[in-house]
């Protein structure tokens, strides 16, 4: 689920980022080595202690192809 902060801008670096890192998981890389956060599509420690990551939940696993 997208859910865009307050004063979101996706920047051309951050799209690339993303994408890069959709293309590793898909490969195989375990979803805790991302730099960018799928969910909210921002860098992953803008989010870190975001209550959708920190509370266990399985509304938003597994990621929809």
């Not at 590793?24 to 979803?31: K, N, P, Q």
């Not at 730099?35 to 909210?40: E, I, Q, R």
Request: one cysteine or more; a negative charge; charged letters at 30%.
């Amino acid at each position: 689920m997208f859910r865009p902060r307050k004063g979101f801008e996706m920047t051309k670096k951050l799209a690339a980022a993303i994408q890069r890192d959709n293309e590793l998981e898909d490969a195989g890389m375990h979803s805790d080595d991302r730099k960018t956060c799928w969910s909210h599509q921002s860098w992953a420690v803008d989010c870190e202690t975001d209550p959708f990551h920190t509370q266990p939940s399985v509304h938003h696993y597994p990621r929809p192809a």
